[in-house]
């Protein structure tokens, strides 16, 4: 059974009347990439600064390495590494000044955690060129680099491979992946774009109007998106009995307007109409379809356009 | 809070409005005892190019020093808020009462070398371009520099009090200037009027900074008599001091950062 690193029960966060996030409870495993996917103004980068203690909710509660009170809390902070918002460091300072200031006030022992964060984000090489003259890449970089200097358990990444190049987004996505199954670090990772996440993330949870309004697996998300076969048959009960019997499948699903979602077979339709058909199931429909992840996205969050 | 303070002080080594500000200030200082010298030269008669007039001018002129402690304060504080760098070290745990009091430190210990180097200099290019009148003015200097000096740590309190509670450079600058200029120069005209503000503003740093004054046998004329004065200076530096970390760290604890 893997550890609870990180979870949040009711966690509320209100500005005057308004709330920025209601009732939230979720729970990240050690291991996990927890992907938080939502519209710009859903309420994700508040959930971030809660748990980074940079605003203070209203109600509710954070556990963080088994942490409850501000104080452990406030240590368990040692063990993240994090980019909220955008990164943001000293302009006049180059990528290792930036660093080894924030070395420093950390009391992290030894030089060498500064070369090897920057070797490990690929800006090992930025010499004397000040933080101000980085580009919008080179900046989200130097964010990582800066969060995963003090070797963290846990990585708070909000929106991390925004303004990367499409060799960028690759690098830092591979990284990440390689950081959680080489080094076991947990991460819980943000965006407002579905398919950014979903080569890299474990676990979902979709966020809307301040609310977690979706908790699910990788694998759960990929039966629900992605290609199947939709079949309209009568009866119903006899055509699930053929697709384990003589298709030897479970992978189904039979919905509430008693269409059965198929999502095997998908490259032989064929097969699976002659199987009804021969034995004497009544064969209304066979579509091959496919739910993509943005589409899922907004059918979950309601499909207004992003605030 | 070590930590804290060494980061800082590393940070404030590699940053040049550090080294402009104490720059800037030496050679304004050190240019009106070079311009005081070549009229000298130039002026046989001319009666001020003297160590003693140079020096007691400076012992006049602290309420511009006091003004000049929001400077040092904002070089420290290093623009956290527009560079959204403080986040950094809240997210990784630092405690909030550690950055507000390690920067404070820090600024103390940055204004008092800035303040030693441009009053050294100062100091040494009198006696080196202009006659020496003697010890007199130099004695009066220093200790007016003993009275002057709580008044400028609380100056440095308020200014840094302000600089962690606003956003802009600019509103924490004029909030300052509003609070320890503005209000004691207004306290003191309704002093005349109202009694609580004539007791009010006769302790407030701004006007007691103001009120060291000397005769012209370089004697201090002060507002209290003997070593009572010194006493009350940094009684009244010192408690204005708690009051502004104080209220700043109160609020600071409370205020989300960006």
Not at chain 1, 55 to 70: H, K, W
Not at chain 1, 114 to 135: H, N, P, R, W
Not at chain 1, 275 to 296: H, M, Q, W
Not at chain 2, 55 to 68: A, E, Q
């Amino acid at each position: 059974m893997r550890d609870t690193i990180l979870s949040t029960r009711n966690l509320t966060k209100k500005y005057g009347n308004t709330a920025a996030l209601s009732n939230v409870s979720l729970e990240v495993k050690q291991g996990d990439i927890y992907g938080l996917v939502g519209k710009n103004g859903a309420g994700k980068t508040t959930l971030l600064r809660l748990i980074s203690g940079q605003a203070f909710s209203t109600e509710g509660e954070i556990t963080l390495f088994d942490q409850s009170s501000p104080s452990g809390i406030n240590l368990g902070r040692k063990r993240i590494g994090s980019i909220i918002e955008t990164p943001s460091f000293y302009a006049n300072l180059t990528a290792e000044e930036n660093l080894e200031y924030y070395r420093l006030q950390r009391g992290i022992p030894g030089k060498e955690c500064i070369q090897d964060a920057l070797q490990e984000v690929g800006l090992a090489d930025t010499g004397k060129k000040k933080y101000k003259s980085f580009s919008l890449g080179m900046k989200q970089r130097l964010g990582l680099a800066l969060a995963l200097m003090n070797k963290p358990e846990l990585l708070l990444l909000d929106e991390p491979i925004n303004g990367l190049d499409p060799f960028g987004i690759v690098e830092i996505r591979n990284l990440l992946i390689r950081l959680n199954q080489e080094k076991n670090i947990t991460i819980l990772i943000s965006s407002h774009i579905l398919s950014e996440l979903s080569s890299l993330v474990t676990n979902y949870g979709f966020i809307d109007k301040s609310k977690l309004v979706k908790q699910l697996s990788a694998e759960e998300l990929s039966m629900e998106c992605g290609r199947y076969i939709e079949l309209r048959v009568e009866p119903l009960e006899a055509m699930t009995a053929l697709l384990e019997t003589k298709l030897h499948t479970t992978n189904y699903r039979v919905n509430p307007d008693y269409s059965i979602h198929l999502f095997d077979y998908l490259n032989d339709p064929y097969k699976v109409s002659q199987i009804a058909v021969t034995n004497g199931i009544r064969l209304n429909s066979i579509t091959l379809k496919e739910i993509k992840l943005e589409d899922y996205f907004i059918q979950l969050v309601g499909g207004e356009s992003n605030d | 809070m070590t930590n804290y303070i060494k980061s800082e002080l590393y940070r404030l080594i590699r940053t040049k409005g550090s080294y402009m500000f104490i720059g800037i200030c030496s050679i304004l200082l050190i240019s009106v005892n070079v311009l005081l010298a070549s009229i000298g030269h130039s002026e046989p008669t001319f009666p001020y190019d003297r160590t003693d007039f140079s020096i007691s001018f400076i012992s006049s002129g602290w309420n511009v020093l006091f003004i000049l402690c929001t400077l040092v304060a904002s070089i420290v504080f290093g623009n956290e808020y527009a560079n959204h760098t403080m986040k950094n070290s809240i997210s990784y745990g630092i405690i909030r009462g550690k950055i507000y009091m390690g920067k404070f430190i820090v600024a103390l210990l940055y204004a008092l070398l800035a303040f030693m180097i441009i009053m050294g200099l100062f100091v040494g290019s009198a006696y080196l371009l202009l006659e020496n009148t003697g010890m007199d003015a130099l004695m009066m200097l220093l200790k007016s520099i003993l009275l002057a000096l709580p008044m400028l740590i609380s100056a440095l309190a308020a200014s840094h009090c302000f600089l962690f509670l606003l956003e802009g450079t600019s509103g924490a600058i004029t909030s300052i200037m509003v609070a320890i200029v503005v209000f004691p120069i207004v306290s003191s005209y309704l002093g005349l009027r109202y009694d609580i503000f004539q007791r009010l503003s006769k302790i407030l740093p701004f006007n007691l900074i103001g009120a060291i004054n000397y005769d012209q046998q370089y004697q201090l004329v002060l507002p209290w008599e003997g070593s009572a004065a010194y006493g009350n200076y940094w009684m009244y530096g010192l408690l204005w001091t708690v009051i502004f970390l104080t209220i700043g760290y109160v609020l600071f604890s409370k205020k989300e950062i960006k």
